[in-house]
């Protein structure tokens, strides 16, 4: 069973930075494509960024390219998601997520707030 566990939410000012960790379990980290999803209230949850291997590959919501960038650590095992120029919009609760490359079965973390207000 994967267990993902994010961390580095909180509150931010407009224009300010964020880095979003999740660790995962004692899992072979290569096996999963790895994303970030967000979800505020009333509203659908989004596709924020995804990362693959080999490359690694990348995508990113258009909504946050040029400011967001996410990474992967395979010794630590642990996705991160470095956020700058935060807008009020970016507000949610961030989610990581991960994809198994063969089974597709997905696994998600509990979840991190992250608020963008003055």
């Known amino acids: 069973q994967v267990q993902l566990v994010e961390s580095g939410g909180g509150l931010v000012q407009p224009g300010g930075s964020l880095t979003l960790s999740c660790r995962v379990s004692?899992?072979?980290?290569?096996?999963?494509?790895m994303s970030w999803y967000r979800q505020d209230a009333g509203k659908e949850r989004e596709l924020v960024s995804t990362?693959?291997?080999?490359?690694?590959?990348?995508t990113y919501a258009d909504s946050v390219k040029g400011r967001f960038t996410i990474s992967r650590d395979g010794y630590k095992k642990t996705l991160y998601l470095q956020m700058n120029s935060l807008r009020a919009e970016d507000t949610a609760t961030y989610y990581c997520?991960?994809?198994?490359?063969?089974?597709?079965?997905?696994?998600w973390g509990q979840g991190t707030q992250v608020t963008v207000s003055l």
């Open positions: 990362i693959t291997l080999p490359g690694p590959a990348t």
């Open positions: 997520q991960a994809t198994d490359r063969f089974t597709q079965r997905q696994f």
């Open positions: 004692d899992v072979p980290f290569s096996r999963y494509k």
